[in-house]
């Protein structure tokens, strides 16, 4: 019986009691007895009224229909992040309005125009298919990019779209590991053919006066939001700036393209120990990645070869400067100035990297989904930089700090080639520049 009704049923017998005590139905005297005879030939209009009364709310109450269980929360049909309006933005709408105007406004909600976002959904729907998702795929999708490129959180979303936060987890994870795995390969390699190697070396030529870069690498430290309470030794993610954070090594192009990318290091770990666990370390040493495009400098054959500051050891394959403060001789100067110009690349593919993907700029997605959104986000990157998006305002990186890198005993071969080469390098460069 319904517990409002039992309340009420209750008031009554107090109020019939205060009205005709001789008759009170609520008495523990074994003197007085009420029966409803007696009640109903009382003298006292009390108990004809207190049955008539309850009779009614009697009816009232079993006649009353339960409720049903309020329904899962769903996107309302009227709101801007609903499955309708999604499907009206991207069907009917999008035809209606002009280019400029159309990827203007996908970039303010995607992260990047609708030609591009149509690729990325073309290119993963097959895989989110086999997942059997309630929602569409590119609803999914652009749910994710909203969240990689404005850098809101789980429940933020959630709340945008109403699902439930887990819900938003799940895609997010499923998306960015999709783009991480299935993609990487496509949109991250290695210069390797004849056409792109003499496109890259050119280009660089072109920015340092120095012959045969074929990139230049950096390393940049990921801010997590927040760690695990159950992660040991949470000191190995607190870096030299004093926040937590994982460390991306990236190598880009001159077209600010990453053609490597590693995820591998928490933050108090140095940029030469990253290097050195990375899968290109590894493959340059081993001789797996040999570039045949050689050049020859003073007698000495070059190589293709990376270029990076002196947090990374100098070696045959990756040449860093002669000093970070201008204290060598001319030719030396002029040499780190030229190798500084190319490294500004990577600095800068870096600065659009997060300016355009702000949840890199404060990950707020579980540690060990951390890693893939990071790769996911350079994926991402690439297809903008690919497509030649509109880049946006760069994310300022800290001032570079770190010790200069020392030389394994391993490493000594490759040291002393390096070594000669950069020297030559330097010559070659000053006696150009000084002829002109």
Request: one cysteine or more; charged letters at 20%; glycine letters at 4%.
């Amino acid at each position: 019986m319904d517990q409002s009704f039992l309340i009420m049923l209750s008031n009554l017998l107090h109020l019939q009691n205060q009205l005709d005590p001789t008759t009170s139905l609520l008495s523990d005297s074994p003197t007085t007895s009420s029966t409803p005879s007696s009640l109903l030939t009382s003298t006292s209009a009390a108990p004809l009224l207190f049955f008539t009364i309850a009779s009614v709310l009697s009816f009232i109450s079993t006649s009353r229909k339960p409720q049903p269980p309020s329904p899962p929360p769903s996107p309302s049909s009227t709101s801007p992040y609903s499955i309708s309006a999604f499907r009206a933005l991207s069907t009917e709408r999008i035809w209606a309005m002009e280019a400029p105007l159309r990827d203007a406004q996908w970039r303010s909600l995607y992260g990047l125009s609708y030609p591009v976002f149509t690729t990325v959904v073309d290119k993963l729907k097959p895989y989110i298919a086999q997942s059997n998702l309630s929602l569409p795929s590119d609803y999914a999708v652009a749910m994710v990019l909203s969240r990689l490129s404005l850098g809101l959180s789980a429940k933020t979303v959630a709340k945008r779209y109403s699902l439930e936060p887990y819900l938003v987890s799940k895609i997010t994870n499923m998306v960015t590991r999709l783009l991480a795995t299935k993609l990487y390969p496509e949109f991250i390699k290695i210069p390797a053919g004849r056409r792109r190697l003499h496109e890259t070396t050119a280009a660089f030529a072109e920015i340092t006066n120095l012959p045969n870069i074929c990139g230049a690498i950096d390393n940049t430290h990921v801010r997590l939001h927040s760690l695990p309470s159950d992660v040991p030794n949470k000191n190995i993610y607190t870096n030299v700036y004093g926040f937590k954070s994982i460390q991306l090594q990236v190598v880009a192009d001159h077209k600010k393209i990453f053609w490597d990318v590693c995820v591998k290091a928490p933050g108090a770990v140095d940029d030469a120990t990253h290097f050195r666990d990375s899968l290109l370390y590894n493959r340059l040493v081993s001789g797996d990645i040999v570039w045949e495009k050689v050049v020859n400098v003073k007698g000495h054959p070059v190589r293709p070869y990376v270029v990076g500051d002196w947090c990374y050891p100098l070696l045959s394959f990756l040449l860093t400067p002669f000093s970070w403060n201008r204290t060598g001789n001319p030719a030396q100067n002029t040499f780190d100035e030229g190798l500084m110009k190319g490294r500004r690349v990577v600095e800068e593919a870096i600065g659009l990297l997060k300016g355009r993907w702000r949840i890199l700029q404060d990950v707020n997605v579980g540690l060990n989904h951390a890693p893939q959104t990071i790769v996911a986000c350079c994926v991402l990157h690439n297809l903008c930089q690919i497509a030649r998006e509109p880049e946006p305002e760069m994310w300022k990186e800290p001032e570079e700090s770190g010790p200069v890198a020392r030389v394994l005993e391993s490493e000594k071969s490759y040291y002393y080639f390096g070594e000669s080469l950069r020297q030559v390098l330097a010559d070659d460069l000053y006696q150009r520049l000084s002829s002109r």
